[in-house]
DNA sequence: CCAGTGTGTTAATGATCGTTAACATCCTGA
DNA sequence: TCAGGATGTTAACGATCATTAACACACTGG
């Protein structure tokens, strides 16, 4: 108690112990496992009822039973239900950021860096549906500071692709290859609401859809044939 | 109130009379007014606070305030909070619906109806960008009969997309251009995320881009050049 | 002139739901 | 062995919010 009320004063930021509400570790008690730690259970489980309900149509009961344990019992992992919100879309933001960075950052030329930044984006459209709908949809459920955080991760994201295109070809004004960006985004985030072919199909044409929105070069509205 | 009783006694579909609560007449009481009715006001109004914060985190006093008068006025002229959201939704399905049919119907070789039909929702998607956000996010607060009737004009509207793309690229299996459609639609409806060009540069981004999509022709992931 | 209808207002009602309190149990480490 | 932390449980609290009640008032058509 009074180690709270210390930690409190002096700043949020700062983690003075490992705390069970913030931190992330699996495998809760077991030192080395690797096992879903109880906090990553409860966040899978309610980005699916995210997904499915929105985030103010989901109880805290229903996530709840969705582990099988019931109601108030999640207050023991996390502070509030608008702090999973925040860890989850924090996560996936902060995860997008990074793939992509690290995808770009490992490709020689522009256009297989173009090419690598689509292959992590639709890898991860599919891989994560239930938290790219969450994603788009309960951004603004957020509180204040989470949703700050979480926009500068995306302008950060949408910046890597911006950067990208634009060096695939030079010349494209900032402005419009931000918007070619969002669209692109999407055309990969329709996957959720799509799910008719396999992954394996659906990951072929959606990567061909994306690069040829980007780059196929003509200037009128259709093609010579 | 024995009118009523009757009324809910025979069926629901049948209408009587001409029930305010029903009806989309413009201009009120005025005769052949066209300003826009009351109703459309709430809804328009509506429209825009939902596709910000969200059917579930508007109050219905928020949206009397828009308007200018106060919260339970709202209930003279629709039955529920649910029914606005749910003759939005199928008020955007069927327009969409509509204008789909009747923009290929009069084109004459499947190219430039997947022209127009690209054209058609490029233009619905930057005019009524509110509407397009509610419409991908709060599908599933509707009420259950909502829900199916806006699914249903969904599937219809996809179908024309289906049969269009099917036209050009005979031999394309139908999953696969449901699946294009709905990519293609995602990425029209990004506008709303994006809205950094004026709209006639939007436009054609957004038109060129579908078009690549959709018809570019190269099997592997890269263009020639 | 005046019934009635359309349109508003504010105050109460009732349900839902996030959060907290109070209490129980199991497991671990000194 | 046993103190204490981690993790549950159920019951209460309090806020929010859609909906309804009760009332007011303009306007219009007979």
Redesign the pocket.
């Given at each position: 108690m009074i180690v709270n009320i210390l930690m409190l004063t002096l700043t949020n930021t700062v983690r003075l112990v490992?705390?069970?509400m913030t931190t992330n570790n699996p495998g809760?008690?077991g030192r080395g496992s690797n096992a879903p730690?109880?906090r990553e259970q409860i966040l899978s489980a309610a980005a699916e009822l995210f997904a499915r309900y929105g985030?103010?149509?989901?109880?805290?009961?229903?996530?709840?039973a969705a582990?099988?344990?019931?109601?108030?019992?999640?207050?023991?992992?996390?502070?509030?239900?608008?702090?999973?919100l925040g860890e989850m879309l924090t996560g996936i933001s902060e995860r997008l950021l990074h793939g992509g960075r690290a995808r770009t950052v490992n490709a020689g030329d522009p256009l297989t860096a173009l090419e690598a930044l689509v292959a992590w984006h639709v890898e991860f459209a599919l891989t994560n549906s239930a938290l790219i709908t969450v994603h788009l949809r309960d951004l603004d459920s957020l509180t204040e500071p989470d949703r700050h955080r979480v926009r500068e991760l995306q302008r950060g994201y949408v910046e890597v692709w911006v950067d990208t295109l634009r060096r695939c070809r030079p010349g494209t004004a900032e402005h419009t290859a931000r918007a070619s960006a969002h669209a692109v985004l999407g055309l990969i985030n329709s996957t959720p609401h799509s799910a008719l072919l396999d992954t394996a199909r659906m990951s072929e044409l959606l990567h061909r859809m994306a690069m040829n929105a980007l780059l196929a070069d003509h200037e009128d509205g259709h093609g010579t044939r």
């Amino acid at each position: 108690m009074i180690v709270n009320i210390l930690m409190l004063t002096l700043t949020n930021t700062v983690r003075l112990v490992s705390d069970p509400m913030t931190t992330n570790n699996p495998g809760g008690t077991g030192r080395g496992s690797n096992a879903p730690s109880r906090r990553e259970q409860i966040l899978s489980a309610a980005a699916e009822l995210f997904a499915r309900y929105g985030f103010h149509g989901v109880g805290i009961d229903d996530i709840g039973a969705a582990v099988g344990i019931s109601g108030p019992a999640l207050y023991r992992h996390f502070r509030s239900k608008d702090a999973m919100l925040g860890e989850m879309l924090t996560g996936i933001s902060e995860r997008l950021l990074h793939g992509g960075r690290a995808r770009t950052v490992n490709a020689g030329d522009p256009l297989t860096a173009l090419e690598a930044l689509v292959a992590w984006h639709v890898e991860f459209a599919l891989t994560n549906s239930a938290l790219i709908t969450v994603h788009l949809r309960d951004l603004d459920s957020l509180t204040e500071p989470d949703r700050h955080r979480v926009r500068e991760l995306q302008r950060g994201y949408v910046e890597v692709w911006v950067d990208t295109l634009r060096r695939c070809r030079p010349g494209t004004a900032e402005h419009t290859a931000r918007a070619s960006a969002h669209a692109v985004l999407g055309l990969i985030n329709s996957t959720p609401h799509s799910a008719l072919l396999d992954t394996a199909r659906m990951s072929e044409l959606l990567h061909r859809m994306a690069m040829n929105a980007l780059l196929a070069d003509h200037e009128d509205g259709h093609g010579t044939r």
